[in-house]
């Protein structure tokens, strides 16, 4: 097992330096995402739990994480997947009790772990209590304040109040049928109908948040992660936006109900809360819990608003994702990272797959342009060779790195499910998302046999594939040249050197084309990105590659799709 970078959290020695590591631990984590009814399932129902979680608290350990990302596991009808919220103090029964996420964080940070939970502010459930008593107040209730109800155009309010399209497909408007059976009202949801969305202009949901923050403070974690949020705040008026097809909008532009200025408020206000929550803050410290942004704007240079000083820690680096596999569009999308995190301190963070992609095996597998979800599965082995070459790249590169559960198996999309096991709303919903992120959701296998491939005794709630058993956890482990043991060997190497992990610039070494070559420190990265063996200096001594590496004579070859680590020479 590697060391970890710092103790426990909570322990006397939480405020060390080691291995050349400062204290500072969030500029430089690599945060593992689990998605709970995927990960392990302890009762046999098929759905994935926090006891489950819990249990395999060691393999995470020993994997070399620094901290643990939990996917919703409040109060929920389900209708995406815990992301509409009717309780957010109440752990949904299917994952367990609120003893068990209790017992979790205790457990992890006795393990070295840090927890850190998915906050849904942007909306709730439509069977959140507010908006139950909302409807059942009708017109006029002060609960329908607290969310975008509006009356309709149109002679009798039968067309929508403005043209905004959801996320999931279709108008971002749903009229309701009042107490007393006629037509009414209209409320505003971004996402699906079944999560409408808060209107933060009413203080009721800025201190109902504030108080949401303290709970999970008061229990434990380390930090939040905040979905959507760069939604919360909407232009004044909800004006129309003018145009058809929005999605295709979606990160090029600012929209009236994304990326608003007025969000940036609202993160100040909480950030007060969290560094109470930091004692070494107040000391001239740095924070020990933080705030994670899943915020998809134009620019990284809009995304760099969020993370300034007083607002949140780290913002996810869709552009980096979303990237092909290509030595100059990955250079210049390193670079543009680096330049705009710079000026406001915070750290990079660098991430290839999550819950609401294709998988990056099933990407790279695949030609460029098409997207980040994939209904094909492309070429297997080139997509792996590729997945591993980049997960190196990325985990080589200065400040913080997010891996999804199951990546480090070499996982790839499950493109065939039938349409009858489909559960994402998207997939059900015409003109929105693809809706096949059910694909990369499909709970990962921990041994070679067994009903599930060991994740629980009960099947699981989405089909496994035949192969899933061989990439299982138990099929890779002590296997040379594994995903599994790969991982681990760069994970305990980016402890052990003190160049790799925090920082704010690299060094670009000249490359051949289609190469990327970069020194940080006595460390160098190359990344072969072309389909053919490349001849490059050799820079010392191997550390680690995701293939074979030949050196002769001072150059090394590098075969196609691949990185490989060295330390400088003695």
């Known amino acids: 097992m590697s060391q970890q970078h710092t103790a426990a959290p909570g322990t006397d020695t939480d405020t060390a330096t080691v291995a050349g590591h400062p204290r500072d631990w969030w500029r430089e984590a690599v945060i593992y995402q689990v998605y709970p009814r995927s990960f392990a399932d302890s009762n046999g129902d098929g759905m994935g739990d926090l006891e489950g979680v819990r249990s395999r608290l060691p393999y995470l350990r020993d994997l070399g994480v620094d901290a643990v990302w939990l996917s919703p596991f409040y109060a929920s009808p389900q209708a995406d997947a815990g992301y509409d919220v009717a309780d957010y103090r109440a752990v949904d029964p299917m994952f367990g009790t609120l003893l068990d996420a209790d017992a979790l964080i205790r457990d992890a940070h006795g393990h070295g772990l840090r927890i850190i939970v998915d906050l849904v502010p942007n909306h709730s459930s439509d069977q959140h209590e507010w908006f139950k008593r909302a409807l059942a107040e009708g017109p006029g209730s002060p609960l329908r304040e607290r969310y975008h109800f509006r009356p309709g155009k149109g002679e009798n309010g039968e067309l929508p109040p403005n043209d905004w399209e959801s996320i999931f497909g279709g108008p971002a408007w749903t009229r309701v049928t009042e107490p007393d059976g006629t037509a009414g009202e209209w409320y505003l949801h971004l996402f699906a109908p079944e999560q409408p969305d808060l209107n933060w202009e009413h203080p009721a ?43 295709k909008l979606l990160g090029n532009d600012v929209m009236p109900f ?86 406001v301190g915070a750290p990079a963070t660098w991430v290839l797959s999550n819950h609401d ?84 959701r499909v709970p990962i296998p921990w041994s070679r046999t067994g009903t599930s491939y060991g ?13 899933w058993g061989e990439l299982s956890v138990e099929a890779q482990t002590g296997v040379a040249g594994s995903t599994l043991e790969l991982y681990r060997a760069a994970l305990a190497a980016r402890r052990s050197q003190p160049d790799l992990g925090a920082g704010e610039s690299v060094e670009w070494l000249r490359a051949p084309e289609g190469v990327l070559a970069f020194r940080r420190g006595g460390f160098v990265c190359v990344t072969n990105t072309t389909g053919e063996p490349v001849t490059t200096p050799a820079y010392g001594r191997v550390l680690l590659a995701s293939g074979e590496v030949a050196e002769t004579g001072g150059e090394a070859t590098v075969p196609a799709d691949t990185t490989v680590w060295w330390t400088a020479a003695v």
């Open 357 to 440: 992609v294709t998988r990056h095996a099933t990407r790279f597998a695949n030609p460029p342009g098409l997207g980040t979800q994939i209904r094909q599965a492309g070429d297997r082995a080139l997509g792996l060779r590729r997945a591993r070459a980049a997960t190196l790249l990325m985990l080589a590169l200065p400040g913080s790195a997010y891996l999804y559960q199951g990546e480090e198996l070499g996982l790839p999309d499950v493109v065939d499910l039938p349409d009858e096991v489909r559960q994402d709303p998207a997939y059900f919903r015409g003109e929105g998302q693809d809706g096949f992120r059910d694909g990369c």
């Open 258 to 343: 994304f990326d608003q200025d007025g969000v940036h408020a609202i993160y100040r206000q909480w950030r007060t809360i969290l560094d109470e929550y930091s004692p070494s803050v107040g000391q001239g410290g740095p924070p020990e819990r933080i705030f994670v942004a899943e915020a998809w704007t134009p620019t990284v240079e809009r995304t760099a608003n969020y993370v300034r000083p007083d607002e949140l820690h780290q913002a996810f680096n869709f552009q980096y994702l979303s990237t092909a596999w290509d030595a100059a569009e990955l250079r210049a999308v390193i670079d543009s990272t680096l330049e705009a995190m710079r000026p």
């Open 455 to 467: 994740f629980g005794d009960g099947g699981s709630w989405l089909p496994q594939p035949e192969c």
């Open 205 to 247: 949901v800025g201190d109902e948040f504030r108080s949401i923050l303290r709970f999970w403070l008061d229990m434990g974690v380390d930090g939040f992660r905040i979905d959507v949020a760069h939604g919360l705040v909407k232009a004044e008026g909800l004006p129309d936006l003018g145009s058809g097809e929005q999605l």
